[in-house]
């Protein structure tokens, strides 16, 4: 007997983030980086018929590659809310995955892990240009810090009206 499921409609809503997307960052000094601007390139695609999508992350700062990371999205029907397990050059295994809602147009993730908690926000301004701000608060600290922030535009747009 085979198991068979149909993507539900809140599953399909990741797929805003399908396909090629660039963008410029401003990237915040921290433990593990300095302060200043980079350029950022997302590649995005629905994986298992859409219960996921599987998101390719790669950050170049002065002509060089300084960060990198894989992101799988998925929709949780247990607790209706989004997940998003990332994996990063950072190297840290996700012990949990960040989880959240969207509101409107804006999808917010939290996660809390021993160094502390990250919120991630992606606000999507159309169908073709959105905004991600990542923000870190230590572990024993209520004071939240700007990780990065960025506006990303598709490649190729979907409104365009080449073939």
């Known amino acids: 007997m085979a198991f068979q499921s149909t993507p539900s409609a809140a599953h399909f ?7 090629v997307w660039e963008g410029d960052e401003r ?8 302060e200043g601007n980079a350029s950022a390139e997302f590649s995005g695609e629905a994986l298992f018929g859409g219960f996921f999508l599987e998101q390719r992350y790669r950050q ?9 990371a894989r992101n799988v999205f998925g929709f949780d029907a247990s ?7 990332q994996f990063d050059t950072a ?20 996660k809390t892990s021993p160094r502390g908690s990250q919120r991630t926000v992606f606000t999507f301004e159309n169908e073709d240009c959105y905004r991600m701000g990542v923000s870190f608060s230590p572990a024993g600290s209520d004071t ?20």
């Open 79 to 85: 607790d209706k809310t989004y997940k998003l397990y």
């Open 60 to 68: 170049t700062r002065d002509g060089a590659v300084s960060f990198e």
């Open 144 to 163: 939240w810090q700007e990780v990065v922030s960025g506006v990303y535009r598709r490649a190729s747009p979907t409104s365009s009206n080449l073939s």
């Open 27 to 34: 990237v915040a000094a921290s433990a593990w980086t300095s």
């Open 91 to 110: 190297g840290f295994a996700p012990p949990v995955p960040a989880s959240g809602e969207w509101n409107g147009n804006e999808l917010v993730l939290m």
């Open 13 to 19: 809503r990741l797929n805003a983030f399908a396909g």
